[in-house]
Structure formats: C-alpha cells, structure tokens
C-alpha cells in the first residue's frame, strides 16, 4: 500500500453507530494526523498523534497508533449527519517538512 | 480563533497566464506550506518555505512555479505559465514549528485553467 493508506475508501452507517478508519503507512513518522475534508472545501484538522503515543481522544474522537504496525486508525464515537465527509490521515516522516497524505475514506451518515 | 485564509476562492484563467494565489497564514507561525488537490485525487504537497526561503519542494514544483512572502503577513504561490492539467484546488498551509507540529490548512483556492 501506499504511504497514508485509508480503508475501507467508503464507509456508510446509520446515525448513532459509530464508524472506524484505518491508515497504514510505509517510512517511520515523526506523527501521523487525521483531517477531514466536506465535498469541495478545505481541510480540518482534527487531531495529531506522535510517534511516541499510543492512543489519543478529543471529544468523540479516539486515534491509536501502532508503530509496530505502521498503522493507525480513527474511532468516531455516536455519530451525526454532520460527520459527513472525507477523512484523510497524513503522516509526516521524519525530518521531512511535507506531509503525505492517504487517498481518504468517504464517511456517509444515514440519518 | 486564528485561521488560514486565501484569495481568491475560484480563479479562472487562461493557459498561458500568469496566476498568483495568495495566502495570509496565523500570525505566529513560522513555518509555510502549499499543496495542490487535483479534482478526485490525493493531496499532494507542493513546497514548504521558513526563515524566507524554500526548505523543501515536490517534483511538481518546478520552474513554473514559485513563493514568495513579500511582506509580514502575505505568502503567495505564483505559476508562471499556467498549462491545462494546473486546474487543481490549491491549499496553504501553516503551523508553528514545522514537521513535529500541526499544519492549519485554509480553505484552498480553485484553479481553473482553460
């Protein structure tokens, strides 16, 4: 797979439920983050995990990471209508200043 | 809360033209960046620029293209000769203190070249 590599590329669930990404990268990283993006507009950034750390929650938002593994994946807990969108993760390996972004998994929810 | 913005939010032009997007990044960042995303595709990064120079560039970065922070506050992309296949969503981006740290993208400019 690719560097920031998401799956599964599409993910539709009933509102409520919750809803797992998954991203897995090549090269070691200094931190891996999560963003989405709603249909045609700009990148939010939602949360940044460094290599050192495991796990990490803000709000309904939980990402872990495995380095062993190089993966990391992204739990969005009771979800709404509004969690729509496309979810990139992006790492940025090390010493690098660019980040490497994943083709992204579009995230639908049913209301 | 500070935010990244950029002017315009659509440009259209001709190809050939000379295009110059624009980006105003949060104050106290030291570091700058600009990715592309063509339509349906990955994000992809363009250039990084810190300390009024280029600290890193993409192989789409070419001569075509180039930076520039002509003042405190402005930083700007400008392609030179704008060709078919630049027709692409333009990002900036900015964070505090480069590769460990966060990078704050604003809501991109929409090239269209025609």
């Known amino acids: 797979s690719q560097q920031g590599e998401e799956d599964p590329q599409a993910l539709s669930i009933q509102e409520g439920e919750n809803a797992t990404m998954n991203c897995s990268y090549k090269?070691?990283?200094?931190?891996l983050q999560w963003y989405r993006q709603n249909s045609g507009r700009g990148l939010v950034h939602l949360i940044l995990?460094?290599?050192?750390?495991r796990e990490k929650h803000s709000g309904r938002l939980r990402v872990t990471l495995d380095t062993s593994k190089k993966s990391s994946s992204l739990l969005i807990t009771a979800s709404r209508a509004a969690d729509t969108a496309s979810y990139f993760c992006?790492?940025?390996?090390?010493?690098?200043?660019?980040?490497?972004f994943g083709t992204g998994t579009r995230l639908t929810i049913i209301p | 809360e500070p935010e990244v913005t950029q002017t315009p939010s659509h440009q259209v032009t001709q190809m050939g033209q000379e295009v110059i997007l624009r980006c105003v990044p949060i104050?106290?960042?030291?570091?700058f960046y600009w990715y592309r995303q063509i339509l349906g595709q990955k994000v992809e990064f363009l250039v990084s620029?810190?300390?009024?120079?280029?600290?890193?560039k993409s192989e789409i970065f070419d001569d075509q293209f180039s930076v520039e922070r002509p003042d405190g506050s402005n930083f700007t992309l400008k392609i030179r000769s704008t060709k078919l296949e630049d027709s692409a969503m333009y990002f900036c981006?900015?964070?505090?203190?480069?590769?460990?740290?966060?990078?704050?993208f604003g809501p991109g400019t929409r090239l269209t070249v025609l």
């Open positions: 992006a790492t940025s390996p090390g010493g690098n200043e660019k980040l490497t």
């Open positions: 090269t070691s990283i200094n931190n």
């Open positions: 995990i460094r290599s050192n750390e």
């Open positions: 104050s106290n960042h030291l570091y």
């Open positions: 620029f810190y300390n009024n120079e280029i600290s890193e």
């Open positions: 981006a900015s964070s505090v203190r480069g590769h460990t740290d966060t990078q704050y």
